[in-house]
Every structure is written in structure tokens, then in C-alpha cells.
């Protein structure tokens, strides 16, 4: 079992890490705060080793998705407990997947936040193998899902995917075929693809099924 006595608290909101910092300070733990700058920076400062925990937030502002990170911290000998606002249970499925202990959510009351770093600082359990066994299987049920659901829009030729972008602006097939310079039956011709390959009956449904897909945004 190994114990940790440096945390690293890696967070986006300068005041909430400060905070948590202070009270592990109080508790006798040695912990950094470290500025969000860049990727390298962060990396540097923080500089994992087996007697650091890391309390990584999953949302970094403008270095994006902190998932990433985690392979490289255990890889360093740290340990990792996820500590966020997210909310989608896929990605912290995803986190320990990537070697996270654990997580946590920004709203757990301050003093339970407190007892879990505390666990996770002397190598306890920090989440029910059980519970682990069951997200992992749940995320790859889940991707196995996103795969399927993906699979039709990858037969889709690159002008049918333009053809459908547009589509999913509003655009006729008249306009579509003005702007291009080309026939009517041409863009019909792809737009018929697009509804076989998606396995759908109207261009509309098509549209549906390219946002529902993540494929095009929706619009706002």
C-alpha cells in the first residue's frame, strides 16, 4: 500500500484549488496549485512521482479535457483522484478506464471531499470494485453503441456528407445544385444515397440523425 504526502490539486478555478489546498496543508500534506499556462507548464509543475496524488479537474478552461493526463501521471507512479463538475458518467467510466482511483463531484460536501482525499492519500479504496467492474463494462457497451450508430455515416462519400451539411442549413436541392453548378438530378441522386445509406425516408430525417449523431451541431 502506498501512502502520499504532496498533493497536487489540478483545477481551473484558482480560489476552489486554494481552498482545498489549505485545509490539506492544515492536515499536513505538502501540496501545489499549479498554473494553467500551457500543457508543458502544467506538466512541468506538477512533476508526479509515487508519493504525489493528483486531484485533477476534468475541464481546464483552455487546455481542454484533462482525461488525457491521467495515463501519464500513473505512468509516473502517482496516483489520480478525479475531483469535477462533469456530469456525464461515460467520462469518468473514461477516467478510470485511463487509471483514476476514482471520482469525486465538485458539489460533495466539503468535509466528505476532505475524508476521500484522506483515503485515497493512504492507498485505500476509493470507489467499490464492483462499481469500477460495472462502468467499465457500461462504457464499453457505450462505445460499442457510438460505433454502430456511426457506422452509416462513414459509407457516406464525401460529397454526400457536403450534400447533407447543407441540408442541414436550410438548403433546397435547388439551391444546392445552383450553387455547385451542377443538375437538380445530380444532388437528387446524392440525396437518395444519403437516405439509403442512413436507412431513413425523408431528407429531414436524415438532418435528425446526423445531430442526434454528433455529426453536424445543431444548430443554434
Avoid at 451542377?182 to 445509406?197: C, D, E, H, M, Y
Amino acid at each position: 500500500m502506498t501512502t502520499r504526502s504532496r498533493i497536487a490539486i489540478v483545477e481551473d478555478h484558482r480560489l476552489l484549488g486554494e481552498t482545498v489546498g489549505l485545509a490539506l496543508e492544515l492536515e499536513g500534506f505538502a501540496v501545489i496549485v499549479p498554473d494553467l499556462i500551457d500543457e508543458l507548464t502544467l506538466l512541468g509543475a506538477v512533476a508526479p512521482d509515487p508519493n504525489t496524488l493528483v486531484l485533477l479537474d476534468l475541464d481546464l478552461g483552455p487546455l481542454g479535457d484533462a482525461t488525457r493526463f491521467i495515463p501519464r501521471y500513473v505512468a509516473a507512479g502517482a496516483a489520480v483522484l478525479v475531483v469535477s463538475g462533469a456530469r456525464d458518467r461515460m467520462r469518468f467510466a473514461a477516467t478510470l478506464e485511463a487509471g483514476a482511483l476514482g471520482y469525486l463531484s465538485k458539489d460533495t460536501a466539503f468535509d466528505d471531499l476532505l475524508e476521500t482525499i484522506r483515503r485515497a492519500a493512504a492507498g485505500d479504496a476509493v470507489i467499490d470494485p464492483n462499481d469500477r467492474y460495472q462502468m467499465l463494462a457500461d462504457l464499453r457497451v457505450h462505445r460499442s453503441a457510438e460505433r454502430s450508430e456511426l457506422a452509416p455515416f462513414e459509407s457516406l462519400t464525401p460529397r454526400e456528407r457536403q450534400v447533407l451539411v447543407e441540408l442541414s442549413a436550410g438548403k433546397s436541392v435547388e439551391a444546392i445544385a445552383g450553387e455547385w453548378v451542377v443538375s437538380p438530378a445530380t444532388v437528387r441522386t446524392q440525396v437518395r444515397g444519403i437516405l439509403t445509406k442512413l436507412d431513413v425516408s425523408s431528407q429531414l430525417a436524415a438532418v435528425a440523425k446526423a445531430h442526434a449523431a454528433g455529426i453536424i451541431p445543431a444548430r443554434k
